[in-house]
């Protein structure tokens, strides 16, 4: 959760449950257990009845429900969920960060060049003490909040701005497209020095420090030594604990939300299912990124 007060901009709490309050009742009670062995005793009919599944039967139902309630509701093409409905952002609405020395990456041979899409709210202090660092989800693009040149809605547009947990009267929020992002940073849809083509596949693997060490190319660019904060969700969180890992002096607070420093396999199994999922739809509905 997010806090603010006079004293602190934000303090966050993470609380991971013990392994010991997880328990696991495997073991049947005596009663139980008579009743198993009962029931492994008892002859069975000559006649099999079709089995019967009743929790399918309610969720069928329960779907055709929520179906026919939404056919009855007029259509609101403004509202998509959670998160407010934002397009590609036009590159006359983002700045460009073009970063012409080498980019070392984790998993291959460094970039030769680099752009960082970027957008920022508030202002910066002349001792340039008052910077947070916005870290993106997986496909959000720079657009947090909305700004003079897109006044759209951005993707954390209740959380920036006057009064707000990311205050623009007392912090310069700089947010920005990760490296390999498809909203004006550089991807797979950028064009290759080495050939000029885009990278399309032979784009290399990019890791969250690679994003990070992305980040802190424009950080240098733009003159500012050390953050007020790191801040971000999900895949924004692994990049806030990075941040603070590579870079522990230039990082005075770390408010990471919903993420944690290492993957685990049951998780790399869920991103892998909801990436083939994507892929999958993107092949049949969606625009090329």
């Not at 026919?68 to 006359?92: F, K, M, T």
């Not at 050939?195 to 980040?215: L, W």
Request: charged fraction near 15%.
């Amino acid at each position: 959760m997010l806090y603010t007060s006079k004293s602190s901009f934000l303090k966050f709490c993470l609380r991971a449950r013990p392994a010991s309050a997880i328990r696991w009742h495997a073991r049947p009670s005596s009663a139980s257990a008579h009743s198993i062995r009962s029931a492994q005793t008892e002859t069975l009919p000559p006649s099999r009845s079709f089995p019967s599944f009743p929790c399918v039967d309610q969720h069928a139902a329960r779907e055709s429900r929520i179906l026919s309630q939404r056919a009855s509701q007029s259509p609101n093409p403004s509202s998509s969920g959670p998160e407010p409905p934002y397009a590609r952002p036009s590159p006359s609405t983002y700045q460009v960060y073009h970063h012409t020395k080498p980019l070392p990456l984790t998993y291959a041979e460094p970039l030769p060049e680099i752009d960082i899409a970027y957008e920022t709210w508030g202002t910066l202090s002349p001792a340039r003490d008052n910077v947070i660092l916005l870290h993106t989800g997986l496909s959000a693009s720079s657009h947090a909040a909305s700004t003079r040149e897109n006044p759209a809605p951005g993707w954390w547009e209740k959380f920036i701005g006057p009064g707000r947990a990311l205050d623009t009267r007392r912090f310069f929020i700089i947010c920005t497209n990760v490296l390999g992002g498809c909203y004006g940073s550089t991807g797979p849809s950028s064009i290759d020095p080495a050939t000029g083509k885009p990278y399309a596949t032979s784009f290399p693997v990019i890791s969250i420090i690679d994003m990070v060490r992305a980040q802190y190319a424009l950080l240098d660019h733009l003159g500012i030594e050390r953050l007020y904060a790191s801040v971000g969700s999900s895949m924004g969180a692994m990049q806030s604990l990075a941040a603070g890992w590579m870079f522990p002096r230039r990082v005075g607070k770390i408010v990471s939300i919903s993420g944690t420093a290492r993957s685990s396999p049951s998780s790399i199994a869920m991103r892998f299912a909801q990436r083939s999922g994507m892929y999958s739809s993107t092949l049949v509905d969606l625009p090329r990124c």
